[in-house]
């Protein structure tokens, strides 16, 4: 996959990273986050494809690794629950 950048605001600063999104069989990490070319930080998806911070390299503030973790969750697909009936959907016409 191509590496892709997300700005956010953070206080009265906006920070551009770039996202780099690697294999994630064998490592515990998969999203690589760079700011200005270098290595600052990485998440890693749970079951739902939420993301969580793996590693803070830089010690960026949580709260901005939240709403970076935030963006980028919209741009990656999640799973359904488990406790989610399909059968619901066929028998709408039902309730």
């Keep these: ?3 892709y950048a997300i700005s956010v605001r953070y206080g009265e600063n ?3 990273f770039e996202i780099g999104e690697y294999l994630h069989h064998n490592e515990r990490c998969k999203y ?3 700011e200005n070319g270098a ?3 990485s998440f890693e998806p749970d079951a739902q494809n939420y ?3 793996c590693q803070n390299v830089s010690g960026l503030d949580e709260d901005l690794l939240y709403r970076l973790a935030e963006q980028i969750e919209v ?3 999640h799973f ?3 406790e989610f009936d399909d ?3 066929e028998n709408k016409d039902l309730l």
């Design 1 to 3: 996959m191509e590496n």
């Design 14 to 16: 906006i920070h551009d």
């Design 32 to 34: 690589r986050i760079y």
């Design 39 to 41: 290595y600052v930080a």
């Design 51 to 53: 993301l969580h911070i």
């Design 75 to 77: 741009l990656i697909p």
């Design 80 to 82: 359904r629950g488990t």
């Design 87 to 89: 059968n619901a959907l």
